[in-house]
């Protein structure tokens, strides 16, 4: 149509061009001439009007394919292999780790998330089986009061006013619930460790730990593609500005940069995509990775270490229940009794660090080798939140702890949900050329990549620059006509004015 319209403007323009108007005549039959113009431009409008609405109509009442919802609730009966996870312990099963990380940063800041977190440890000791009463918060009376008044369900209203109290009496009150949650975690951690070993046995009489892996392996490589795919999502992304049609132009010329006209498809895209997130992860994180390999460098050092720690708080813990039996008595405590109540609460909040140090290695004693690849020390590092968060804040000290989060998701979710070919079959103890090993592979199947293209800054670049490219194709494969796409931006330009 585009066409015939072109066609016949430029008629139009030839023959309004050569009209004489040098008479009241000739005017009088140009005038004339153009009024008939502007009436068949009308019926043309109309004509055209019509075309574009029934085009744009084609995006009314778009619904995503029931498909994506029917597979995430495939996926959520895979969570369940998260409890089973192989790289961390009851402590980080029951997301202690988490909740009292949390639970430290609030406590100067928000005292209705401090009492939301405490709600949710007290809820995950119940999860397993262990409901705790204000007798198992035995380090001070004022935070055996707080914890009762939560227990009791007190409205948050009124337990400001309580707080307020009992903050003056001591101000290290939530420090020091935090530290009781953890003795208490050691005093039943046994308890804990059989109720997850009995709820695995249990589930293994019906299931299979790696067939269930798989099937989540395969689930979200299904649902990636649907929402890939989806024309409903695709409209949207070009609707809300995520996609612009400029990504798409010159899309040949994007393709050769890296492709021949043989090696360019579909899955070689996807498997390429998915191996530079893999490297990116190595560049991202080398300073986890060195500290691993300083661990495992070092591994009979790390034999003893969680004990050693239990033992030394065991006896502090000691010291401290007999002088926390001395508060609430007739008798006033004095301030010899202050110094070594708190040089001992300082004391054992030093060994729980310790402590968090030595849980870790004592994971990487037992679960890793010298020949344990890098996805494996991967697992095992996003399955312990604390250490990633501790070690990331000592590599830069600027990072939020929100970005710190988000990264840890990032990871975790990449990690359990992504298929490899790199970094699950090289150790981590290994020297190799990552770089050189990707380029000498992709350079037999006539894909090029350089080393520049793989450098840390670049490597966001090329991966993005890969990932527009399967957009693309997504895009074409769900069926949306980039043509309508252009006309729909348009006219709601028009709109919009």
Not at 110 to 121: A, F, G, M
Not at 189 to 197: P, Q, S
Not at 366 to 376: G, V
Request: proline share 1%; glycine share 2%; hydrophobic share 35%.
């Amino acid at each position: 149509m585009i066409e015939e319209l072109e066609k016949k403007y430029d008629e139009f323009k030839s023959v309004i061009d050569v009209l004489p108007v040098n008479t009241k005549a000739s005017k009088k039959r140009k005038l004339g001439y153009l009024e008939e113009a502007e009436k068949e431009d009308k019926k043309i409008v109309k004509v055209l009007k019509k075309e574009l609405e029934k085009r744009l109509n084609q995006f009314d009442n778009i619904k995503v394919s029931s498909n994506i919802k029917k597979i995430e609730e495939e996926l959520e009966k895979c969570n369940i292999l998260n409890e089973w996870n192989n790289y961390n312990t009851p402590y980080e099963k029951m997301h202690l780790d988490y909740y009292l990380y949390q639970l430290d940063r609030y406590y100067k800041e928000d005292l209705t998330s401090v009492n939301e977190c405490i709600r949710k440890i007290l809820e995950s000791f119940n999860n397993v089986n262990i409901k705790l009463t204000s007798k198992d918060f035995d380090y001070n009376i004022y935070s055996k009061s707080y914890i009762e008044s939560i227990l009791n369900n007190t409205p948050d209203k009124d337990l400001i006013d309580i707080f307020e109290d009992l903050y003056w009496k001591n101000s290290d009150i939530i420090k020091l619930i935090g530290l009781n949650f953890r003795s208490i975690y050691l005093r039943y951690e046994k308890k804990i460790t059989k109720y997850y070993e009995d709820r695995h046995k249990e589930f293994l009489k019906n299931h299979n730990d790696n067939e269930l892996y798989q099937m989540r392996l395969k689930l979200n490589s299904e649902l990636n593609m649907y929402i890939g795919r989806d024309y409903c999502l695709n409209f949207n992304k070009f609707k809300d500005g995520d996609y612009k049609l400029a990504d798409f132009n010159d899309i040949e010329k994007k393709i050769s940069k890296y492709f021949s006209k043989e090696s360019y498809n579909y899955y070689t895209l996807i498997e390429l995509y998915n191996l530079l997130k893999e490297y990116k992860l190595l560049l991202k994180y080398k300073y986890l990775l060195e500290d691993m390999k300083t661990k495992l460098n070092n591994k009979k050092d790390l034999k003893n270490a969680r004990n050693n720690v239990l033992k030394k708080l065991k006896k502090e813990e000691g010291k401290l229940k007999k002088l926390s039996s001395k508060q609430g008595g007739k008798k006033k405590v004095d301030e010899k009794w202050l110094f070594d109540y708190n040089t001992s609460i300082n004391t054992i909040s030093d060994l729980f660090k310790e402590l968090d140090n030595a849980n870790l290695d004592n994971l990487v004693f037992t679960k890793l080798s010298q020949d344990s690849s890098i996805l494996e020390v991967f697992k095992l590092i996003c399955s312990n939140y604390l250490y990633f968060v501790n070690k990331t804040e000592e590599n830069n000290e600027e990072l939020q702890i929100l970005n710190i989060d988000e990264d840890y998701e990032e990871l975790k979710e990449f990690i359990n949900n992504s298929v490899f070919n790199l970094i699950n079959n090289i150790a981590l103890l290994e020297e190799k050329q990552m770089k050189q090993i990707i380029i000498d592979k992709y350079k037999l199947e006539n894909i090029t990549l350089t080393i520049d293209s793989l450098l840390p800054d670049s490597i966001d670049t090329t991966i993005e620059e890969i990932k527009n490219l399967i957009n693309y194709e997504d895009v074409i494969a769900s069926g949306i006509n980039l043509d309508d796409i252009d006309l729909f931006i348009e006219y709601s330009k028009m709109n919009n004015k």
